[in-house]
């Protein structure tokens, strides 16, 4: 297949993603943070899409990352396995380092980070987490000041966080990625330069993969 028709089967795609979930481009693009006339090109076979922007298209149209990689050329299967390889990889080497130097929790792993996510899903169905969220994400943003380029993705949780149309479920799972950064319980303290959010950056990769799986969200009523 060639760079052309993928672009075009990847437009095909979400051209009717778009019209069955009533979205314009414009919309998509306000809710992703991509340049309109960006995704008019990607949409139009005229420039090619990339990972993270699938990833975005992928959580706000409500369907499987997957069909939009495969849409658009990439090999699913092999990019499923390098997302694992490369992101257990960085916390392998990046551990070693720190636990040389005594700055960094013994239970920095992907399954405690998976276990504390877990933890804060119902949590942050509460009236209590929801105010957490709501009361305390944008002075945490704030003491971030801007490092690291989860911070755009954050955001976009939250913006999703604060819609009124989002299932109980996904609101689960996006409020336990928020409750995350938001609350004191890094596995490697944020003074910690420059690996500090570290696990923060993780933790929203993995409820943003958690997310692209969902391909009917008004299915989820539980």
Same mark, same amino acid.
């Not at 998509?28 to 993270?52: C, E, F, H, M, Y």
């Not at 916390?91 to 504390?116: A, C, G, P, Y």
């Given at each position: 297949?060639?760079?052309?028709?993928?672009?075009?089967?990847?437009?095909?795609? +979400?051209?009717?993603?778009?019209?069955?979930?009533?979205?314009?481009?414009?919309?998509?693009?306000?809710? %992703?943070? +991509?340049?309109?006339? %960006?995704?008019?090109?990607?949409?139009?076979? @005229?420039?090619?899409? @990339?990972?993270?922007?699938?990833?975005?298209?992928?959580?706000?149209?409500?369907? #499987?990352?997957?069909?939009? $990689?495969?849409?658009?050329?990439?090999?699913?299967? =092999?990019?499923?396995?390098?997302?694992?390889?490369?992101?257990? =990889?960085?916390?392998?080497?990046?551990?070693?380092?720190?636990?040389?130097?005594?700055?960094?929790?013994?239970?920095? %792993?992907?399954?405690? &980070?998976? @276990?504390?996510?877990? /933890?804060?899903?119902?949590?942050?169905?509460?009236?209590?987490?929801?105010?957490?969220?709501?009361?305390? $994400?944008?002075?945490?943003?704030?003491?971030?000041?801007? =490092?690291? #380029? $989860? +911070?755009?993705?954050?955001?976009?949780?939250?913006?999703?966080?604060?819609?009124?149309? &989002?299932?109980?479920?996904?609101?689960?799972?996006?409020?336990?990625?928020?409750?995350?950064?938001?609350?004191? %319980?890094?596995?490697? #303290?944020?003074?910690? $330069? #420059?690996?500090?959010?570290?696990?923060?950056?993780? =933790?929203?990769?993995?409820?943003?993969?958690?997310?692209?799986?969902?391909?009917?969200? /008004?299915?989820?009523?539980?």
């Amino acid at each position: 297949m060639t760079h052309r028709s993928e672009g075009l089967e990847l437009g095909d795609t +979400i051209k009717a993603l778009l019209k069955a979930r009533s979205i314009s481009m414009r919309k998509l693009g306000s809710l %992703t943070g +991509i340049d309109t006339a %960006t995704i008019s090109r990607i949409v139009n076979g @005229k420039q090619q899409a @990339k990972p993270n922007q699938l990833q975005q298209f992928a959580v706000h149209l409500n369907v #499987p990352l997957e069909s939009l $990689f495969q849409a658009a050329g990439f090999d699913v299967g =092999a990019r499923r396995e390098d997302w694992h390889t490369d992101i257990h =990889a960085s916390i392998d080497s990046i551990q070693k380092v720190l636990l040389s130097s005594n700055l960094v929790d013994h239970r920095f %792993t992907m399954e405690h &980070i998976k @276990k504390e996510l877990s /933890k804060y899903e119902q949590y942050a169905l509460t009236e209590e987490g929801r105010k957490i969220i709501v009361e305390g $994400f944008h002075s945490k943003i704030d003491s971030v000041d801007g =490092a690291g #380029p $989860f +911070i755009d993705q954050l955001r976009d949780l939250y913006a999703l966080f604060c819609q009124d149309e &989002i299932t109980v479920k996904k609101r689960a799972i996006v409020g336990s990625g928020l409750l995350y950064f938001i609350l004191s %319980t890094d596995l490697v #303290p944020d003074y910690v $330069f #420059p690996f500090g959010y570290l696990d923060d950056a993780i =933790a929203v990769q993995l409820v943003l993969h958690r997310l692209s799986k969902f391909s009917d969200m /008004k299915s989820v009523s539980e």
